[in-house]
Nanobody, 115 residues
Framework: QVQLVESGGELVQTGGSLRLSCSASGGLFSINTMAWYRQAPGKERELVAA???????KYAEFVKGRFTISRDNVKKTVNLQMESLRPEDTAVYYC?????????WGQGTQVTVSS
């Protein structure tokens, strides 16, 4: 049973930066595309960024140029470096595999951007 644990979220001001981390226990981590998702209050969960086992990345349009996804296959971690944060980035951020989702969702980490 793979467990995902997200961390790094906090309250920041507009224009600030955060680095989110996700650690995975068990599973064949290196072969899976891993991704960050987010869910804002009253909205559906949406894909933010994804990275393949080989390091190819893709980003949602709304974070291009501001967020960077990375991974460490040895440590089984996937990170999200977030720059130039905006109030609309406020959400709970989750990591998981790319679609189709393979693992149970973790608790997520709350990111709040104040205006």
């Amino acid at each position: 049973q793979v467990q995902l644990v997200e961390s790094g979220g906090e309250l920041v001001q507009t224009g600030g930066s955060l680095r989110l981390s996700c650690s995975a226990s068990g599973g064949l981590f290196s072969i899976n595309t891993m991704a960050w998702y987010r869910q804002a209050p009253g909205k559906e969960r949406e894909l933010v960024a994804a990275i393949t086992g080989g390091g190819s990345r893709k980003y949602a349009e709304f974070v291009k140029g501001r967020f960077t996804i990375s991974r460490d296959n040895v440590k089984k971690t996937v990170n999200l470096q977030m720059e130039s944060l905006r109030p609309e980035d406020t959400a709970v951020y989750y990591c998981n595999t790319g679609v189709p989702i393979k693992y149970s969702w973790g608790q997520g980490t709350q990111v709040t951007v104040s205006s």
